[in-house]
């Protein structure tokens, strides 16, 4: 699946969520979440982005690996 990783965090543009086909992509309270369980991996939200937060899930920028897993631990409680 897709992740949102830092740069998102504080500015929330919201263009990504317009793209997305399955309405994947979740407010938290300081970024956005895609649910890695409901992406169908079709990249609309990447380009979407103006901070170029998103990226595949194996692909995300050095040192931000920690998204992946809290983009997993976001969803576990919903
Ligand atoms: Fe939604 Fe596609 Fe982005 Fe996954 S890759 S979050 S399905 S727009």
Do not use: T
Not at 10 to 21: A, G, H, K, T
């Amino acid at each position: 699946p897709y992740v949102i990783a830092a740069a998102c965090v504080d500015i929330m543009d919201r263009s990504c969520m317009d793209e997305c086909p399955v309405d994947c992509i979740y407010e938290g309270s300081r970024k956005l979440y895609i649910n890695p369980l409901e992406c169908i991996d079709c990249g609309a939200c990447e380009p979407a982005c103006p901070v170029e937060a998103i990226s595949q899930d194996r692909a995300v920028p050095a040192g931000q690996e920690e998204f992946v897993a809290d983009g997993l631990r976001f969803f576990e409680d919903v």
